[in-house]
Every structure is written in C-alpha cells, then in structure tokens.
C-alpha cells in the first residue's frame, strides 16, 4: 500500500486559495509518540509511520507520495481587529485522507518550516506547546467534544528561539478540515465572489452535504455552521474550557474546536476567568465565549451575503434569520448539558434558575468546577455523598441551602438514585487536563526530556469518566484554587 492514501481536495480549488511549499527539513527528528489509534481509524500504518520513513514524513524531511503540500490563505479578527491576511505561517496541509468512516480528514504539519505567509515568524512550533496541543486535543476528543486531533509529536532536534532558546517540535495534526471563519474572509475582503461560491461550494459537500439538497445552500450552510459552534461552545462550557484566543481565524466551519495555544480548563469556578496573558481585556473569558461565537458567526454571515440572496436587503434578512438561531440552539445545548450534569432529564420550568444556583453559590465558595459535579454524582445517591460535595465550598452550608432543593427535583424525575449517578458520571469527568500538570508535563519534557508524565498523562486523560482510582492524584485540584495561573500564545 501507498503509505497515505491521499486524495487532495482543497488542493484543487484554485491556485489563490494556497501557497504550494515542501516543508522545511530538520536536522534529527525523533518521534516522541505516534497516536497509533488514530493512526488505525485513518487507514494509515502505524508500524511505518513509526518507521524511519514515517518519521521523515512526520518530520517534513521527505514527501510522502502522493503529498501535495500547500499553506492555506486566511484572513481574521484578530482581538476585534481585521487582519486581510494571515495564513498557514507555520504549517503546511500535506494532504488528505478518507478516514475508516468515510470521512475526508486533513493531515496537516504544525511548526514544518516558513511559508509564504510567515510574516516575520520562523515557521516553527517549540516543544511544549505542542505537547499541550497533543495532550489537550487528545483529552478535549476522549471527553467526547468535536477537535482536531494529534496524529504524531515530533522533536526537531533544532532549536528555536522565542523569549528564550528552546526545543523545536513539529506536530502532525488531523482535522474534519482546515477551513476557517477566515478563510471566507480573505475572499470576502477581496470581493472575490467566484473564490466565496466555490469555497461554500467546497465546505456544503465536505461537511454539510444535506445543505446541497435545501432550497438555499448557503443559508442552509450559515444556518449549520451557527448551529455547530452554538454546541460546540456549550460542550466546552460544560467541561469548563476556555479556548482563550477565539480570534475568527481559529474558528473551524466543520466546528471542530482548533487552535490549541493559551487554552486552559476551570479549576475553581468564576465565569470571568481568562487565563491568557495577552487578553488585557477578558474578552475570550470563559463566560464570554457564547457572545464570542456568535459575533465570529456574524463576521461569516457577513462574507456570505453575497451568496445568500440577489439583493443586499433579502441577503441580510437571510442571514439575521440564520444568525438568530445562534440563540435557542446554545440555551438548548448549555442548558440540557447542565441538567445532565445534576441528573435530571428534559429541561422544565425551574431548572435553569435551579443549576444556575448552584453556579453562583460555586463561584461565591471558590468551588472546583470538575470535583464540584464529580462529587456531586456519589450525592445522587443518597445524603452520604454530600460531605464531599460540601468540603469543595468555603462555606459548605451553601452546598446545603441548595442540596434540599435539588433532591427534592430529582424525586420527580423517579429515577433510581443509582442510575441517576452512573448517567451523571458519564458526563461529569474525573479528569481533565489540569493546567498545574500540563505545565508539570512541559517542564519535565522541556527541561530533562523526561517524557513519561506527557505519557501517563494522555493515559489518564483518554478515559477521563471513569474513577481510575490508581491515578487519583491527577483528578486534584491544585494547591490554592489555581488562580492566578497564566498562559501564552506558545508562538
Ligand atoms: P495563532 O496565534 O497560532 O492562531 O497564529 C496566528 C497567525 O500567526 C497564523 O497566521 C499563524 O500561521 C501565524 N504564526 C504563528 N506562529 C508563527 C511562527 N512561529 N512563524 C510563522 N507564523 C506564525
Ligand atoms: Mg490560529
């Protein structure tokens, strides 16, 4: 067999969508670790692609046949502020495969040399941010939330320089596709009507192939794409994420989430919580990631106007209908995921103001986000769970002053208490990426090229609802509610 089967889509739209350009090869790669399971479900061979040449196609060192490498153009808000280009800087797509599923999945490089787009960067990515993208991507799609995924992490054996001088790694990244919110607005930005039609035209057959069929395709195609991230941005609510840089040239149309670079989970619950260093303003706050989402959608309603009717007056009536779907379809997803999460079915009358009580009084009591609604699944039981719940609030009577009416909700839903708790742990994880060990992670790769807690890490995390109790160290929450912690673009 051909090592990957490539079959390269986007490669043939026309030639202004991308910049073909070989990665740049590095001086002495070695494989920190190939995803051999993802490898299995993307029909590639996970005994070559561990092989040397494997790794020289993972490290950019040889082409793989078949191989078409192209940096995609986009464009993007970046803060609020527009950006008419920016594109793949450090990374080139090197093809595309069709996965056990069917599905067409990108392969694509990450940190593989300079591109036509690099502006002033050097094209490469350090070790430990894609450390973190590898284990994140990897916990983020085990929780059951739509990502790209990590197929390999390479060390480059060259340095590269940032505030200080550091490890060079390239990471193989997998996605539903690459496209953008921005990579419409670099067409719309440029009036390029005819690059807009056959990118929607793309994107429909690609991922929403029922919008070809409806009598509007490309209003079926906003109304789709406003619909995945309105569930995408509540499922990241729910496992409290903050993606901390939701510029519109991170968000994926196949509404995957991508772009793992100051991304963070909740310890202590505080909707206001920003953990990136370079959002002064706490726009990207977990709390304001829903009106985020829907002001990127409104930048993609924006680009398809031309598209969406034969005059601007209907073509804008069009799109504020698409856009006001954002609405209902985020409360039905945010709010059904949070009875979920207290054991309740179908969301009725009272719900919303009951576990939007208990929210408050986490956010008041310092609450851990994850131990808080773990712990809460062992009280559905019965009483005898409530200690635990109650030692997660600085003041634990406010555990109580909520706990009654809880239960008394739960008793109508005439479940039996232990199959309440076995559904609530399913959607409750034990585990997720702790920022205090992710960064204990990077610092043991980073500094002693120590990768075994990059290892047991990802082992935690690709089971993260079940008890594990072996691993219970890694289900703590950090010393001091980890406020305060900070993260960074990893550029
Ligand atoms: P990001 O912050 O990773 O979403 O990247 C924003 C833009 O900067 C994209 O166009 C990237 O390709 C580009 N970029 C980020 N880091 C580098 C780098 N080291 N070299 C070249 N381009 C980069
Ligand atoms: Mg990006």
Not at 134 to 159: D, F, K, N, Q
Not at 194 to 206: G, M, N
Not at 334 to 344: C, D, E, F, M, P
Request: glycine letters at 10%.
């Amino acid at each position: 067999m051909t090592a990957f089967p490539f079959d390269n889509s986007y490669a043939r739209l026309p030639e202004r969508f991308y910049a073909r350009r070989q990665p740049t090869p590095v001086t002495a790669p070695r494989l920190i670790r190939l995803n051999r399971g993802l490898a299995d479900e993307l029909g590639l061979d996970p005994d070559w692609l561990s092989g040397p040449e494997g790794i020289a196609a993972l490290a950019g060192n040889a082409n793989p046949v078949g191989a078409d490498p192209i940096a995609a153009a986009y464009a993007g808000h970046q803060f609020g502020q527009f950006v008419p280009q920016l594109g793949d800087g450090r990374a080139v797509l090197l093809g595309e495969v069709i996965d056990r599923h069917g599905i067409r999945r990108d392969i694509q490089l990450k940190g593989s040399g300079p591109t036509p787009f690099s502006r002033r960067g050097d094209g490469r990515a350090a070790l430990g941010p894609v450390l973190r993208e590898y284990l994140v991507s990897e916990a983020m799609a085990a929780l059951g939330i739509p990502t790209t995924r990590a197929l390999a992490a390479i060390a480059t054996g060259e340095p590269v320089i940032r505030e200080t001088v550091l490890p060079g790694a390239v990471l193989t990244r997998v996605a539903a596709s690459h496209i953008r919110v921005g990579t419409f607005q670099f067409f719309a930005a440029r009036e390029d009507v005819e690059a807009l039609r056959a990118l929607a035209d793309h994107v429909v057959a690609r991922h929403y192939p029922a919008a070809a069929q409806a009598e509007h395709p490309y209003r079926a195609l906003l109304e789709a794409v406003v619909a995945a991230q309105a569930e995408l941005v509540a499922r990241w609510l729910l496992v409290g994420f903050v993606h901390g840089v939701m510029n519109t040239d991170n968000m994926a149309v196949a509404g995957e989430t991508i772009d793992y670079g100051p991304c963070a989970f909740l310890d202590v619950y505080d909707p206001r919580t920003v953990y990136s260093s370079i959002d002064r303003t706490g726009r990207y706050a977990y709390g304001q990631q829903p009106r985020i989402a829907l002001w990127n959608l409104t930048r993609f309603a924006e680009t398809l106007l031309p598209l969406l009717a034969d005059d601007e007056t209907q073509s804008v009536a069009a799109a504020e209908a698409a856009l006001a779907g954002y609405a209902p379809r985020f409360e039905a997803a945010y709010q059904g995921g949070l009875n979920r999460k207290i054991g309740l079915g179908a969301v009725r009358e009272g719900d919303p103001a009951l576990v939007g009580d208990l929210l408050k009084r986490m956010a008041e009591n310092q609450a851990d986000f994850t131990l808080t609604f773990r712990a809460l699944c062992g009280a559905a039981e019965g009483p005898e769970g409530d200690g635990a719940v109650r030692d997660l609030f600085v003041d634990p009577t406010a555990y109580d002053g909520w706990a009654a009416g809880w239960r008394a909700r739960l008793a109508a839903e005439g479940q039996d208490p232990a199959e309440t708790a076995a559904g609530m742990r399913n959607v409750n994880p034990a585990f997720i990426p702790r920022n205090h060990q992710v960064e204990a992670m990077i610092a043991a790769a980073v500094e002693h090229d120590d990768f075994g807690p990059f290892e047991t890490l990802l082992t935690v995390l690709a089971r993260p609802y079940a008890d594990q109790p072996e691993y219970a160290r890694y289900a703590q929450a950090p010393e001091g509610g980890g406020v305060g912690y900070r993260t960074f673009c990893g550029t």
